[in-house]
């Protein structure tokens, strides 16, 4: 009896930690060759290799390649209504208990990323706002947005404070994490070959980031680490921020 019991706790706590773990359904863009001459970037196509790669593998948290719950569009993939009709397709198929992710490289400016198909019109642009609606009819326990682009900072709707004031309750599990400041530039390096804003969020997220070595990574652990890492490695030239209502303790990442 006492055999059984052990066993069935055994099995009920992993059962109960496998719980924890959300499921990601995921849309990655990265743009550096634009239809547009003259705005190229080296390195936002590598980024979002790079965290693609990244949600496949183990420590992803349980994106895979099968059963398309993860979309990477490089480039010409890339435009404004692509990446507007993935973002509906994949986050439709996630639960009430899931994770949605949605990552950008590429150019940005105030208000808005740049698609592929970027053109001198406003309208052209990948809209804040259009991110934000889209996320919002989705049901799931958490929403992310991570983007390594110039002006990034400026999704919020006001000046960024860390707090939960801006949001007014309404985007309750959306978590924003953005390169830099509203006015800022966010910053390529030849010697990393990536922008340092995505090199370190994917250095915390594959460890370096676990401050307490309890094997998971939280948004209050991986925050902090990649601002601290961006802020020393350019120099104080890029400020990432932080914006959401989700908890701080929200894990993002595990290493077993």
Do not use: W
């Amino acid at each position: 009896m006492k055999y059984l019991l052990t066993v069935f706790f055994l099995i009920a706590t992993i059962a109960s930690f496998g719980q924890l773990r959300p499921k990601k359904y995921a849309v990655i863009v990265g743009v550096a060759d634009y239809k547009k001459g003259g705005m190229d970037l080296r390195y936002s196509d590598d980024d979002a290799y790079r965290f693609y790669a990244y949600l496949l593998s183990c420590k992803g948290g349980g994106a895979t390649d099968d059963d398309d719950n993860v979309a990477c569009l490089i480039d010409e993939a890339a435009t404004k209504k692509n990446i507007l009709k993935t973002m509906e397709k994949i986050f439709s198929k996630a639960g009430p208990n899931d994770m949605l992710v949605f990552y950008f490289s590429g150019h940005g400016t105030k208000g808005a990323f740049c698609p592929y198909d970027t053109e001198s019109s406003y309208s052209s642009l990948l809209q804040h706002s259009e991110i934000k609606a889209v996320f919002k009819r989705h049901k799931a326990k958490y929403k992310i947005v991570l983007s390594d682009a110039c002006y990034s900072g400026s999704i919020y709707d006001g000046t960024p404070t860390g707090s939960n004031s801006q949001n007014n309750g309404q985007d309750a599990n959306i978590v924003i994490i953005m390169s830099s400041e509203p006015s800022e530039t966010s910053l390529e390096n030849p010697r990393i070959r990536q922008g340092a804003f995505s090199y370190y969020l994917l250095k915390g997220l594959r460890g370096a980031a676990n401050r307490d070595k309890d094997n998971v990574i939280t948004l209050n652990e991986l925050f902090p680490y990649i601002k601290a890492n961006v802020l020393n490695f350019t120099k104080n030239r890029q400020t990432p921020i932080l914006e959401g209502n989700a908890s701080r303790y929200m894990p993002i990442g595990y290493l077993d």
